[in-house]
Structure formats: C-alpha cells, structure tokens
C-alpha cells in the first residue's frame, strides 16, 4: 500500500452543545495531509441527537448552563448556513460511515469524559478489521485504560508521532517501537513553530459554529503557546510540563513565533471566513511587553475579534487598552476560589483577593467585557469555604460566569488528593455528566456534601448577584 493511500478516519467522539472544532484533530489532521494522507475523513458526533438511553449521554450544556444564569438563551439558527442536528442517531450513521469508507485505521480523539462515548461508538463495529489508534489528554494520563482495547496508544503530542506510525503502518510495518506510543517514553516537546496550519477543512462546515452572547457565531480556535507555566491543582496542564520535564528533559511550555500564529490566521481568514478566533492558549498574556507589542503589531492587520483566557494576575491597564482596540470581545479571568490560604493550600493559585478585584476593574475601565471562572466543590471545601467564592465573585462585577462543578480528572494533583483522602475511588473514569448530576466526590463533614455542593453550583450566580447588589446600594 503506497503511503498516499492509507484510509485513515478520525472518530471524535462528541455532543452536539459541546461546541468549537477541536485543536487536537486540526493540528493532527493537517501534520498528516502534509505528510501525504489525503485520504482521510472525519466523523464528529456533535450534529447527531444525543443518545438518551444512555446514561453516559446528557443533553444540552449551554440550555443547562443557561437554567443557571450563566449562559445566555439563544437560537441554533442562521440565515447563511442549516444548523440542524441530523435524523439518524449517531451509532447507527457511525457504522455506516465505517462499512462505507472502509478505513485501514481509525484514529480517535478522546478526554476522559468521552471515553464512554468512544468504548459505544468501538462496540458498533467489533465486526471489522481496522488498526486502532487512540490519542488525547486521557490517552495520555490513563493509558492502561486503553490496554487490551486497541492497537497503539499514543500518549502527549501526536503532531509527529502520528504520521510517524502511519508511515510505517503503510510500509507493513509495525510501530510499537516509536516515542509516545504506550509504554515507549514520550519523544521530547517539539518545535511547535515547524507545525503547518491547523486543517479546519476536515471539519463538517457546521461544526464551525457556535453559540457567543445569545448569538451563534463562525469560530475557529489558534494556539499562541502550548502548555502553562503555572500549577493548578485541578489543571492537567501542569502535568504536560511534568511528563514531559521527567521523561524527556524538555520544556512543555513553548511560544509560538508570531510569523507562524500570522501564517494560521490568514489562513484561517482565506479558507473559511471566520468570524471570531478563540485563542485557546491555556494563559494569553504570559509573555514580555515586548512579545505582546509585536503579537498586538501582528494581529492589528487583521483585528479579527476574538476571546482568550488569562490569570487575573497578568492583566495590565496597557494591555487590557490593546486588546480591546485589537477586537477583544471577551476576557475569561480564572479567578477559581473566594479565599487566599485555600487557593494556595488546595488549588494551587497564590495570589491576593484584591489583585482579581483590581484585574477586573482594569478589565472594566478598557471596555472589555469579563467572565470570572470558578469552581465549586473542591476536596476539603466547606459551605463557609464556598461563601467565599461569592462574596468575591460579587466584587468583580463580571458580564458574564462560568462556574463548574469540580471534576477529578487522571491526571492532576487534587484528583490523587481526592483518592488518598477516599472522596472518589481510584478506579474512577468521569463520564459525560449533566449538570444536574451532581458532583463525584463523597466528603464527610464537615466538608461539602453532594446536595450542598449541588445547591451552590445550582445558585452561585443568584448568590453573589444578590451579594453585589446589597454592595452596590450599601
Ligand atoms: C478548546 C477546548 C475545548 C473545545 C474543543 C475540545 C477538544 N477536544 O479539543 C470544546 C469547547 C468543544 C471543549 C469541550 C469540552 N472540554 Co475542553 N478544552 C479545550 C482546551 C481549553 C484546549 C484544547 C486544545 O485545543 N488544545 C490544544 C491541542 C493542540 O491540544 P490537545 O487537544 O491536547 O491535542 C494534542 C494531544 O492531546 C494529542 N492528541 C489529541 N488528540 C489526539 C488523537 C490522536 C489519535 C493522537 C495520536 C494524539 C492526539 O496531540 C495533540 C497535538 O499535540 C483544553 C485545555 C487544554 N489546555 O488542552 C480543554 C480540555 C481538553 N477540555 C476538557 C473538558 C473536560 C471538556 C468537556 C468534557 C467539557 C464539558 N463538560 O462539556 C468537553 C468535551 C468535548 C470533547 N469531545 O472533547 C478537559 C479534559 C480533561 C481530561 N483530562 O480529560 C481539558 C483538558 C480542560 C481541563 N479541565 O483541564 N473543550
Ligand atoms: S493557569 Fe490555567 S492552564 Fe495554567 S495551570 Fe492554571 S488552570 Fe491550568
């Protein structure tokens, strides 16, 4: 088989309301067509109806999301493009898709609440021969999930390691020798500005959308820089330096130069016409005032607006000015808990309420508009714990709130302090979860129980509304 002919299709196991077309694939996809593999598909399940029967599929994020006054309503509709869901259920169009492409290798991308979602969607075609390949954030701090299960695991970036195997897949060759594929240790980070422009054709056209501010809106997402230099507890992002610190000696967190983030943008603009950029970088604005000017020279060609996500800390006046001017639509500050010693104690964030205060004056006086991050129901949270997360959430005066529920995941410190303290067991995948469904973990008191960490999540935004509210006349 010549290596331009391997039938290579992606599987990204999704539901419709988990929106916004996934970095992991379009990086991937796009190092693999410039190797040559252009016979590759895609199946994304975001536009089939969700499976109800299962109890690892729950609906609609964003309606849930708005029940609590943290998302806006708003219409899945335009007038340029049918955003509807297709009639057949996605398992059944999943074989089809399979009998009919008659792939060599399926590839899927997995985070540890898909993993479910994927272990259906592989027990629909047990019947056909196929090499199976796994890959993404799950994959990468839970592979011996995979064991037994598929062909090759592939574990941290896939940008080189994937059309590495597929060469030699091509060739009649095996890969179980290679760097990142489970159990070989990772290769070490690579040079992130030799990566092509992510493939957002490979998406379906509707899978570009989104819901924005009540409005559903043409996006895309770019990556600035890979990796976080900071250590949040709750964060796999720590984990990425730490892997690839002990297993390779080399450095996660890397810059993209501004050339190469110039090169995707137009890129992104010519092909599809996108309308906002999620710039999906883990924390825009650690970077030098001389590196911001030279992005801010960059990107105000194009002024394309776009929303990011930063530290409270790193906001400054200056900056915040030249976001707005640049086409900033909104700015997520991870602001995360109410109280300093817990926030360093528990989540990994050190620094004081007032900086969070000032960030989103700052924020405020730029015109930009903001939504404050947090979490509810970390280990160790008491109801007076949590009270702090509203009281200083009611002096931020944010837009907008996006709170969740905490969530251990493999792979980061509070999960491991989780299990150690027998709040979760260590046997346990999260899945796709509703909001509704409560959180994981099992505390005694007189840490949070599940109805109270529940009532919080159900309430914050009412809470600390009404707080600031009683502020404001006070
Ligand atoms: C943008 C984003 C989204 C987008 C796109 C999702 C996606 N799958 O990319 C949207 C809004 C849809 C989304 C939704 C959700 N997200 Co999200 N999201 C992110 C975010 C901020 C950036 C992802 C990104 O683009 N990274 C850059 C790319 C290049 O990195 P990457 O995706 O990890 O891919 C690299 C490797 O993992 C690997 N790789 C990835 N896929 C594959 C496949 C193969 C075959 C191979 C070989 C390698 C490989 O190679 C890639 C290139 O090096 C991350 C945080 C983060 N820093 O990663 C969270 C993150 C991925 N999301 C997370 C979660 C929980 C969710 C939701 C479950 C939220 C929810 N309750 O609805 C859903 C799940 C949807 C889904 N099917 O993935 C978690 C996953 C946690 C975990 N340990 O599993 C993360 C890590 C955030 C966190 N809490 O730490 N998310
Ligand atoms: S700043 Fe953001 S990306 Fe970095 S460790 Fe904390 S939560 Fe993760």
Redesign the pocket.
């Known amino acids: 088989m010549s290596q331009k002919n391997l039938r290579i299709l992606?599987l990204?196991?999704?539901?419709h309301?988990?929106?916004?077309?996934?970095?992991?694939?379009?990086?991937?996809s796009a190092c693999l067509k410039r190797a040559g593999y252009n016979n590759m598909e895609l199946f994304d399940?975001?536009w089939y109806p969700i499976d109800k029967e299962d109890v690892h599929a729950r609906p609609d994020?964003d309606r849930e999301r708005s029940k609590r006054g943290m998302f806006p309503e708003y219409k899945w509709e335009r007038d340029d493009i049918k955003l509807e869901l297709e009639e057949i259920d996605m398992y059944t169009a999943w074989r089809n898709k399979v009998l009919e492409f008659k792939p060599d290798v399926i590839?899927?991308?997995?985070?540890?609440?898909?993993y479910y979602?994927w272990k259906n969607f592989m027990s629909k075609i047990e019947d056909v021969n196929f090499i199976n390949?796994?890959?993404?954030?799950?994959?990468?701090?839970a592979p011996q999930v995979f064991d037994g299960q598929v062909d090759?695991i592939?574990r941290?970036?896939?940008?080189e390691?994937?059309p590495e195997?597929m060469d030699l897949i091509s060739e009649g060759k095996t890969g179980h020798h290679i760097g990142?594929i489970h159990p070989n240790p990772i290769r070490p980070a690579?040079d992130v500005n030799k990566l092509p422009p992510t493939d957002h054709q490979i998406f379906d056209e509707r899978s570009l959308y989104?819901p924005f501010q009540g409005k559903i809106i043409k996006i895309a997402?770019v990556?600035t820089q890979?990796?976080?230099p900071y250590k949040c507890k709750?964060?796999?992002?720590p984990s990425?330096a730490g892997i690839y610190k002990e297993e390779t000696n080399s450095a996660f967190f890397r810059k993209r130069s501004v050339e190469s983030q110039e090169r995707e943008l137009v890129d992104l603009i010519e092909k599809h016409n996108i309308e906002v950029l999620?710039i999906?970088t883990?924390t825009f604005l650690t970077m030098s005032k001389r590196e911001f000017d030279k992005w801010a020279t960059m990107y105000s060609k194009y002024k394309l607006p776009f929303f990011t996500?930063t530290r409270p800390e790193l906001l400054t006046p200056y900056q915040a000015r030249t976001l707005k001017e640049l086409g900033c639509i909104k700015m997520n500050l991870g602001v995360e808990h109410g109280d300093p010693q817990f926030r360093k104690d528990v989540v990994g964030r050190i620094y004081h309420n007032d900086v969070a205060i000032e960030a989103f004056r700052i924020a405020r006086e730029a015109g930009l508009s903001t939504t404050c991050n947090f979490i509810i129901g970390y280990p160790y949270e008491t109801m007076e714990l949590c009270m702090k997360s509203v009281e200083l959430a009611a002096q931020l005066h944010c837009d907008d709130t996006n709170a969740?529920m905490y969530?251990p995941?493999?792979?980061?410190p509070l999960r491991d302090m989780c299990v150690d303290a027998g709040f979760v067991d260590k046997d346990l995948i999260?899945e796709?979860?509703s909001d509704d469904q409560g959180s994981y973990l099992n505390m005694p008191p007189p840490y949070m129980s599940k109805e109270e960490i529940q009532y919080m999540f159900n309430n914050f935004v009412r809470l600390f509304r009404e707080r600031e509210r009683a502020i404001v006349s006070s």
């Open positions: 992606w990204y196991p999704n539901q309301m988990r929106v916004t077309p996934p970095g992991g694939v379009a990086i991937i399940a975001t994020r590839i899927s991308s997995i985070v540890e609440d898909t979602l390949v796994v890959g993404g954030v799950f994959a990468t701090y090759y592939c941290g970036e896939g940008d390691a994937i195997l990142n690579m989104r997402t990556e890979r990796g976080c709750f964060c796999n992002s990425n999620w999906v883990d996500q969740f969530t995941y493999h792979g980061t999260v796709m979860r």
